[in-house]
């Protein structure tokens, strides 16, 4: 099983669209994950054109979306619990945040979005993925989205693209 994670797609705002890299990726995927800020639906359609879309709200997503996406998820894919949340807050750092959201729930991996920055490490027995941004890499050198792979067992890598 092939799954495309992103996050902090921010568009129109960010961007005329979404990049090729992810594109040719989401076409090819089995599942779509998306840790919120969208910015506007037209964008969580789009994305629900290439394929099966599971998604949270963000914090700068239009209002119709944060009625429509619940704020934390867990769901369950060939046995891997995976915790999606987009980590905004205040205090704390974003990878806090997430990890403190699911301190009671048993899942073994944390998608979350917001900061924009790649993340990818293990704590407190959790594996914690950020994919950053597709759309708007702030100060660093690169785009990015994530590629988790199921199968006997699961990994989880970020894609880098200029």
Do not use: C
């Not at 891997?80 to 205040?90: F, M, N, P, R």
């Not at 959201?101 to 073994?108: A, E, P, S, Y």
């Not at 941004?133 to 970020?158: A, N, Q, V």
Request: neutral net charge; without cysteine; charged residues 25%.
């Amino acid at each position: 099983m092939k799954i495309v994670v992103t996050a902090d797609t921010h568009l129109p705002k960010k961007s005329r669209g979404l990049p090729e890299e992810l594109r040719i990726d989401l076409l090819k995927s089995d599942l779509i994950i998306h840790a919120g800020d969208f910015q506007t639906i037209e964008i969580y359609q789009q994305l629900k054109d290439f394929g099966e879309l599971i998604a949270v709200a963000g914090n700068v997503d239009h209002p119709d979306l944060k009625e429509l996406l619940p704020q934390k998820m867990i769901i369950e894919k060939k046995g891997l619990k995976i915790g999606l949340v987009h980590g905004d807050g205040a205090g704390k750092t974003t990878e806090k945040r997430a990890l403190e959201t699911f301190q009671h729930d048993d899942v073994g991996v944390i998608i979350f979005g917001h900061s924009h920055i790649p993340f990818s490490r293990y704590q407190n027995g959790i594996f914690l993925f950020n994919p950053g941004s597709p759309t708007d890499k702030r100060k660093l050198p690169y785009f990015s989205h994530g590629i988790l792979t199921i199968g006997d067992s699961w990994k989880i890598e970020h894609k880098f693209y200029v």
